[in-house]
């Protein structure tokens, strides 16, 4: 390893994925396995009661590649995972594929919600707790923004409704999912030689 390393992890408006050589090789790869690694995280699923939305690790590593990955590889790979998903692939939740789906609005907003954590990382969002904690919340919110209104018009359902089923019931899983990334980010910034 060089000494350039852990100079260059010390410079302003970096992401963890800028800690890897530059090259377009590394983007196109950083890109792609983003969106893999969303795909992976969607087929770890389990019904929610009472909701045509599964919980499932899919908003998590969305906002995880966002993060990793800075805004524009962030949106270019939730992209890539939207075009593919929406052309036939089967890596939506519980193997699923298509924009007919009630929960596609929950994939649009993960595209926009990796764009905002991408671009908050760039500032330092997940170099420390607190700041990881509120991009977490902000993409999550992001999320159900686009999402729940989404699932109201695909569904029929009143808005109160849509909130009661797709969002309610993943509250929990949520917080649970930002405490993973407050403790992971910060983590591997540590580990790759970013103190702040």
């Not at 524009?72 to 789906?101: C, D, E, I, K, N």
């Not at 977490?136 to 029929?156: D, H």
Request: proline share 6%.
């Amino acid at each position: 390893m060089s000494i350039a390393a852990p100079a260059r992890s010390l410079r302003p408006g970096i992401v963890l994925a800028d800690l890897i050589p530059a090259s377009r090789a590394r983007d196109i790869a950083l890109v792609v396995g983003g969106a893999a690694l969303t795909g992976l995280a969607a087929q770890i699923s389990v019904p929610a009661p009472g909701s045509p939305v599964p919980v499932s690790g899919q908003t998590f590593a969305a906002l995880l590649v966002g993060t990793a990955l800075g805004a524009r590889r962030g949106f270019l790979a939730l992209a890539l995972y939207a075009v593919a998903g929406t052309a036939g692939v089967p890596w939506f939740a519980q193997a699923t594929s298509g924009y007919g789906m009630p929960s596609f609005g929950y994939i649009l907003g993960m595209l926009l919600a990796a764009t905002v954590v991408g671009a908050l990382a760039r500032r330092g969002a997940d170099r420390s707790v607190l700041r990881t904690a509120g991009a977490m919340v902000l993409g999550s919110a992001i999320i159900y923004a686009v999402g729940v209104p989404y699932l109201a018009l695909a569904t029929g359902m009143t808005l109160g409704q849509a909130v009661a089923a797709g969002l309610v019931p993943f509250l929990i899983g949520d917080a649970l999912k930002a405490a993973l990334a407050m403790g992971a980010l910060p983590t591997a910034w540590k580990l790759a030689g970013r103190r702040d």
